[in-house]
């Protein structure tokens, strides 16, 4: 299986689109909030058109056979006044095909957002996982990421 990792384009959206939707049914189960992916699909194609043009983001996919089987998406975001770095990495969203995990793509994903994040400048990089989310939970701790916090929401 030979998968290259590059830059998305927007001629990727219609392959992402079809990705997004298993990725959304995957979040769903983990966050009570998120809207069901019918409701988004058009908001979220345009969404991701800018992340991809942005200067502030790094869009990659990973393609097989000329097939997209996953996408990771980065970018920086502004610190307020409280923080010693005045910008931060973030990792926002990493989905790899069911069909493709454990086979190290988040792993090369992440290593080509390493070198953009130096080329900013970036000094650390933060994420969002759910604790009950024990696949993402573990493979975010084998490429070395910590605990620190723990965000809660409260239903009214």
Known sequence: MQVIIRQAKKTDLNQLMKLESEYSAYVEQFYFFCKPFAEIKSALRKFRLKQMESKNFLFLVAECNKQVIGFFIVGIKKNNSFFKDKKAGFIFDAFVQSKYRKKGLTKKMFNES???????????????????????????????????????????
Do not use: T
């Not at 400048?121 to 916090?149: D, M, T």
């Open 114 to 156: 390493l070198i953009w994040f130096k080329k900013q400048r970036i000094n650390y990089i933060g994420l969002n996982v759910s604790p009950k989310n024990k696949f993402g939970l573990n493979a975010w701790q084998k490429l070395g990421f910590e605990e620190i916090n723990q965000y809660r929401v409260f239903r009214l």
